[in-house]
């Protein structure tokens, strides 16, 4: 019932930087805690980033803590993540994911998920 759409992925240099965003629809936004994980070729699936459903809380993994910032504006039901510094090992399926918990960290508790969008990020 909640469909998510990312874009913004591509290729950029090491250092540079990055915008992705998510555009959901079919029910209402705002109901739902946001998160973007992220999957390397041959890795498991991994948490980069949450926003609480009214954006008033974020939480951050230790390898992007600084460098990725993560905001939503339910008035255009999307979520976005802003991506500085960009190292080679953030390369990636970036996957924006939609769940009715709080704050969740575990890709298990999330209920839906966008199709991923790659970035690559060169040396």
């Known amino acids: 019932q909640v469909q998510l759409v990312e874009s913004g992925g591509g290729l950029v240099q090491a250092g540079g930087s990055l915008r992705l965003s998510c555009v959901a629809s079919?029910?209402?936004?705002?109901?739902?805690?946001m998160g973007w994980f992220r999957q390397a070729p041959g890795k498991e699936r991994e948490f980069v980033a949450v926003i609480s459903w009214n954006g008033r809380d974020t939480y951050y993994a230790d390898s992007v803590k600084g460098r990725f910032t993560i905001s939503r504006d339910n008035a255009k039901n999307t979520v976005s993540l802003q991506m500085n510094s960009l190292k080679a090992e953030d390369t990636a399926v970036y996957y924006c994911a939609a769940s009715t918990g709080v704050m969740p960290r575990d890709r298990s508790n999330y209920n839906y998920w966008g199709q991923g969008t790659q970035v690559n990020v060169s040396s």
């Open positions: 079919g029910r209402t936004f705002s109901i739902y805690d």
